[in-house]
């Protein structure tokens, strides 16, 4: 079975078929809050994936302290992490092996990335104002 059929499996069987959208092959989304978190079905492993914000701080000491309380944040994050994009968007991702997934692990990053980037992307935007 490929990891499309089984993502798509676990999502019925999950009853979140008819909340996600399939926005490619092997992509859905689901809203979460004020967050739109993707789920992305690769060969060997399954991304939950939400942007949170579109730019970083421009100054060179905002950066830093920013960078800074990301890093220190990803502890709290229960296996998500935060990371930064080649266009400078800040994504919360969390990755399992596609020969792990079952319902239970899909359903716990999934809640996991969506209820974590409910909370930051609005975090984030206030601090970038």
Sequence with gaps: MSS??????LLSELGLLDKVTRVADNVWTLPKGSALVQIVAAQ?????TAKLVDEIPRKEKDREKF???LLEENVQLLGAFFTLEQNESV????VLP???LQAKELAFILGNVAHKADEWDDK???MLK
Excluded: G, H, K, P
């Design 4 to 9: 499309v059929q089984r993502v798509e499996e």
């Design 44 to 48: 060997e492993f399954v991304v939950a």
């Design 67 to 69: 960078f800074r309380m």
């Design 91 to 94: 994504r919360i991702n969390q």
């Design 98 to 100: 596609t020969d792990w």
């Design 124 to 126: 984030l935007r206030a």
